[in-house]
């Protein structure tokens, strides 16, 4: 999965990673079977895994290591925070926490319940400088539906 890392040069910052090309699978319904003999709890905790993988490889890294991954999304803030609607959704779940850190929202985004609808959004930013308006209305539709 690391073969589509792409690095983002952001002046006068550090290289970020981020591939961009990674589709999240961990909330995707097929992948349980009719035929898998798994009780909810056991599915949740696949999902869990699956969640885990799928952070690691949007940004491009093997193991897991809070560290890490918190200095790979403060990088990334600074790549992104121009976008209003990114700012828009941080700024939204940052608030949830009685905070107004826009960066604390932009690693809010990460979370479980969000990172399947934000990783698309932030790629197609990365990739195109813009973001779809039907990929940034899902993402504040679960941001509201999860408060």
Same mark, same amino acid.
């Given at each position: 999965m690391l073969l589509n890392c792409k690095r983002f040069k952001n002046k006068p910052f550090n290289f970020i990673m981020y591939n961009t090309k990674y589709e999240c699978r961990y909330h995707l319904d097929n992948i349980f079977l009719d035929t898998d003999k798994v009780n909810d709890d056991e599915k949740q905790y696949i999902r869990d895994l699956l969640y885990r993988e799928?952070?690691? !490889?949007? +940004?491009? @890294?093997?193991? #897991? !290591?809070? &560290?890490?991954? !918190? %200095?790979?999304?403060?990088?990334? #803030? =600074?790549?992104?925070? %121009? !976008? =209003?609607?990114i700012k828009e959704c941080s700024l939204t779940l940052a608030a949830q926490y009685l905070n107004q850190d826009c960066e604390f929202g932009l690693m809010i985004l990460f979370a479980y319940e969000?990172?399947?609808?934000?990783?698309?959004? @932030?790629?197609? +930013?990365? &990739?195109? %400088?813009? @973001?779809? =308006?039907? #990929?940034?209305d899902k993402l504040k539709i679960q941001i509201e539906n999860v408060n």
């Open positions: 799928d952070l690691l !490889n949007i +940004f491009c @890294i093997t193991e #897991y !290591n809070d &560290e890490v991954i !918190n %200095g790979c999304i403060q990088d990334l #803030y =600074k790549r992104v925070i %121009g !976008n =209003k609607d969000y990172m399947h609808l934000s990783h698309v959004c @932030i790629s197609e +930013f990365l &990739e195109n %400088g813009i @973001i779809n =308006k039907d #990929y940034i």
